[in-house]
């Protein structure tokens, strides 16, 4: 028997066994994910330019413009610019983007944001990192320079205000948000024109549909002159302003002797003049050959023209102005400028020092100690109290110098990886150590200055070559994986691997096309095979015998690719049914008799009716008539009955020639009146051979009860006449009375009816004595009602009489004001509240602190 120990060393050995296979399935399912997410980004990225590609000539469709233009916008649909430089991954035509209003790229919203919130975020904590200020070397404080936020686009470093991070998604002219994916429509575009004014300033609008980057060039046409104004009006394109023709200018130039031999320009843009001319000095003793365009020029002799003293002459260089005062009738002075002189002729004699302190203002504000002396004063050299760059120590030290302190500074760089380390540090530097981080496409560097966020794109470049050779395309390092095929354009060499003959096609990555032409093999049946080609065929092979270890363990598929088996016959080909009421085409293995579901219609001995049974076997399929397998018929008679008869015949079917019986159904109806109940058979009225006419006596004999009809006419009185069908006549001799009214009912009148027919009267008249009972009756009423008045304010009278005389008159009483103690327990429930509303505002408080 095997210990227990035994079988614990055995339970961890299968355990460790069981984990590794797990491993090792794990690590295969990653790297089939791996795979299938990478086909999924390739196939994604290469839709989404080829879409881009297909519909980019539908925005230029009616444009006439520059083709550079036009160029110019295609590239931002080549597949380089569609990646995000942010996440460096591929923009999608479905995805949320924003475009630059300078380079016009496009990102991912989210990213965008991101970026903008993130470096904001960044300039604003080392910001605040910085001291509030410093000292200058004059002991002045100087604060902290307020921070302007800012963001800036990742390619271009075009500098956005912090109000401007976008928040919705829009269409490149900015019309449409959040617009809808359409099929037709180049992606992130709303199809409507793009209507941005251009920036030529011409006045008119971009009239192509919504695109990306810069509008092209104007291409509406305008009327004008050149520019000489010598020819006539031409019409140009808007966006070329202007043309030349070539006839020359021929103006006359600023020398005022030759013309202008340039081509056709603008007016005052005549070039310098290009001859040579001779031409006098400003004093007039030498002359010499100039360009034109030089008015005049200056000789090398002294002027030595007498000055206004008539003592000294000018001693400049040849001169065309005045040659001004003389230099020595000035007033003069020492060199500190306290001893001042004036003289009343020209005296060559100047001040010397006069020995008395400078007392000069220096640039410092303090005053020069030295001796009245020559030239610019020396440096401050007062002590005074300053304090170093950063802020540290303080001490007194001369008033030129800068105090620099051997701090060094611990401060982060702008990439928050390194410190300063720099001795007195204001305003630490920007990082100068290279970043050195491998780019996201694995094989280089970044060789930027170190720096905060995530690295640019690499920007050496990979040639992809496609698989027969011929074409290859320069791509993006790291992207040769989304560029597997660089679209070459010759045919692919690869023989195929069925029977049938390839079609041709472009060069590609992997297998050929799956043939899709029909097999067209012979089947035993004589038919030839319809399916699509079965030669070679991708099939998943498993393992059937595979037993799991556990959940995770899965079986191992095998892909292999093989010829299968063809397939039943499906050529159709015509069957009748049992009844041979119809062929129809079935497939050729399925091909048999079977009936049709419809009904056999054949016609049975009693001429009325057909088979009902559904459809069966018979043995002539070209006859109508009953077969031996068809039905007798058991059905009532269907012959057509008398118009209004409606009971069926009591005959069982019967041939048409034999007529039915007579109808003896008792009918049972209402006389014309309603008042009784009539019997008559069925066949004494609805006979067959009779008109209508005589029809309706019979049923007036059989419906008449001979009372009296129980109808009333219009006015309400009952009819005179016997029971009749119809409406009741002799309505106009109604002469029954009549009781009228009038409208107080105090007037009463007894009239026969056509009286009251004929003068249209429903109401009597008032007259005097009607009026009279009324007033009569308004007084009475008054009456009633003054008296009932009276009998209230007695009897109150009366009440509050013998309450005074049981109760006296009411006495007011003062009343007395109460004061209630607060009770110890009303006094600990406001203190236990008032605990608990401090201890709530301190959490609080705390989470918005710490958290911000």
């Given at each position: 028997m095997p210990s227990t120990k035994d079988k614990g060393i055995k339970a961890q050995k299968g355990n460790k066994k069981q984990h590794a296979n797990f491993e090792e399935i794990q690590k295969k399912n990653m790297e089939l994910l791996k795979d299938r997410v990478m086909q999924i980004d390739s196939s994604d990225d290469e839709d989404s330019s080829r879409v881009g590609k297909e519909k980019i000539a539908s925005l230029f469709k009616n444009y006439q413009g520059n083709e550079n233009d036009v160029a110019r916008i295609q590239q931002y649909f080549d597949g380089e610019n569609l990646d995000c430089l942010i996440c460096i991954r591929s923009v999608k035509a479905k995805d949320r983007i924003w475009n630059c209003?300078?380079?016009?790229?496009?990102?991912?919203?989210?990213?965008?944001?991101?970026?903008?919130?993130?470096?904001?975020?960044?300039?604003?904590?080392?910001?605040?990192?910085?001291?509030?200020?410093?000292?200058?070397?004059?002991?002045?404080?100087?604060?902290?320079?307020?921070?302007?936020?800012?963001?800036?686009?990742?390619?271009?470093?075009?500098?956005?205000?912090?109000?401007?991070?976008?928040?919705?998604?829009?269409?490149?002219?900015?019309?449409?948000?959040?617009?809808?994916?359409?099929?037709?429509?180049?992606?992130?575009?709303?199809?409507?024109?793009?209507?941005?004014?251009?920036?030529?300033?011409?006045?008119?609008?971009?009239?192509?549909?919504?695109?990306?980057?810069?509008?092209?060039?104007?291409?509406?046409?305008?009327?004008?002159?050149?520019?000489?104004?010598?020819?006539?009006?031409?019409?140009?394109?808007?966006?070329?302003?202007?043309?030349?023709?070539?006839?020359?200018?021929?103006?006359?130039?600023?020398?005022?002797?030759?013309?202008?031999?340039?081509?056709?320009?603008?007016?005052?843009e005549c070039p310098p003049c290009k001859e040579k001319s001779v031409k006098k000095c400003h004093c007039g003793n030498k002359s010499k050959e100039i360009k034109c365009e030089q008015l005049s020029w200056s000789c090398d002799k002294v002027c030595n023209k007498p000055l206004s003293c008539g003592i000294h002459v000018c001693d400049k260089k040849c001169h065309g102005n005045d040659c001004g005062d003389c230099k020595y009738g000035l007033e003069r002075s020492c060199f500190c400028g306290k001893q001042k002189v004036t003289v009343s002729k020209c005296d060559e004699s100047s001040l010397d020092s006069c020995g008395d302190t400078c007392l000069k203002q220096l640039p410092c504000g303090h005053i020069c100690l030295s001796r009245c002396h020559k030239g610019d004063c020396d440096t401050c050299k007062e002590q005074v109290e300053k304090k170093c760059r950063c802020g540290v120590i303080t001490k007194l030290y001369p008033c030129s110098k800068e105090l620099l302190c051997e701090t060094k500074c611990n401060s982060q760089k702008s990439c928050k990886k390194h410190s300063c380390k720099s001795k007195c540090c204001v305003e630490c530097a920007p990082c100068s150590i290279v970043c050195g981080k491998v780019l996201?496409?694995?094989?280089?560097?970044?060789?930027?200055?170190?720096?905060?966020?995530?690295?640019?794109?690499?920007?050496?470049?990979?040639?992809?070559?496609?698989?027969?050779g011929a074409t290859s395309v320069s791509v993006r390092c790291g992207k040769a994986n989304k560029y597997k095929n660089p679209n070459c354009k010759e045919t692919c060499k690869v023989p195929s691997k069925c029977h049938h003959e390839s079609k041709p096609h472009y060069c590609h990555i992997g297998d050929c096309p799956i043939c899709r032409q029909i097999c067209d093999e012979p089947l035993k049946c004589g038919h030839k095979c319809l399916d699509t080609c079965h030669d070679y065929v991708r099939t998943v092979i498993k393992d059937k015998n595979f037993v799991p270890a556990g959940p995770w363990d899965v079986p191992e598929e095998r892909i292999e690719y093989r010829k299968l088996p063809h397939s039943s016959c499906k050529t159709k080909v015509p069957v009748n049914c049992l009844g041979g009421h119809e062929v129809i085409q079935m497939n050729c293995y399925e091909a048999r008799v079977t009936s049709c579901g419809r009904k056999c219609n054949r016609k049975l001995p009693c001429g009325n009716h057909t088979c009902q049974k559904d459809c069966h076997e018979v043995t002539d399929l070209n006859s109508d008539l009953q077969d031996e397998n068809c039905e007798d018929c058991e059905l009532p008679c269907v012959k057509e009955r008398p118009k209004y008869c409606s009971h069926p015949c009591t005959r069982s079917c019967h041939v048409p020639e034999k007529p039915c019986k007579k109808c003896i159904v008792q009918i049972k109806a209402k006389c014309f009146c309603g008042l009784s109940d009539a019997y008559y058979r069925c066949c004494d009225v609805n006979k067959r051979d009779i008109d209508e006419e005589t029809r309706q006596a019979l049923l007036e004999k059989y419906l008449c009860c001979g009372a009296k009809c129980m109808k009333t006419y219009a006015c309400g009185h009952q009819c005179t006449n016997i029971c009749h069908p119809g409406i009741c006549k002799g309505a106009e001799n109604c002469r029954k009375k009549v009781k009228l009214m009038c409208s107080c009912k105090t007037r009463k009148a007894d009239l026969t009816c056509d009286k009251v027919r004929a003068e249209n009267i429903t109401i009597l008249e008032c007259n005097d004595e009607c009026e009279e009972k009324r007033k009569q009756i308004e007084e009475e009423n008054q009456r009633k009602i003054l008296k009932q008045k009276q009998l209230e304010e007695e009897k109150n009278r009366k009440e509050l009489e013998e309450y005074e005389k049981k109760f006296g008159p009411k006495k007011y009483k003062e009343r007395k004001q109460r004061y209630v103690e607060e009770k110890k327990s009303d006094m600990k429930l406001k203190i236990a509240i008032a605990s608990g509303i401090f201890l709530v505002i301190s959490v609080v408080l705390y989470f918005i602190f710490f958290n911000n």
């Open positions: 209003g300078t380079c016009y790229l496009s990102f991912h919203l989210l990213c965008i944001q991101k970026w903008a919130n993130d470096s904001m975020n960044l300039k604003k904590l080392w910001h605040d990192n910085q001291p509030n200020g410093y000292y200058d070397n004059q002991g002045n404080y100087i604060r902290k320079k307020e921070l302007k936020l800012f963001w800036d686009c990742p390619a271009c470093r075009h500098e956005y205000l912090d109000n401007e991070i976008p928040r919705e998604y829009s269409c490149y002219c900015g019309k449409e948000i959040n617009p809808d994916y359409q099929d037709w429509l180049v992606p992130h575009s709303c199809g409507m024109m793009c209507q941005k004014p251009l920036e030529t300033l011409c006045g008119h609008k971009c009239t192509i549909l919504c695109h990306p980057g810069k509008c092209p060039s104007c291409p509406q046409t305008i009327q004008t002159s050149c520019k000489c104004g010598k020819s006539p009006i031409k019409t140009i394109r808007c966006s070329q302003k202007s043309w030349n023709c070539s006839q020359k200018c021929s103006k006359l130039l600023s020398c005022g002797v030759h013309k202008c031999s340039g081509v056709c320009h603008g007016p005052n996201a496409c694995g094989r280089h560097k970044c060789d930027a200055l170190c720096h905060s966020g995530n690295c640019y794109p690499c920007n050496e470049r990979q040639k992809v070559t496609c698989r027969c």
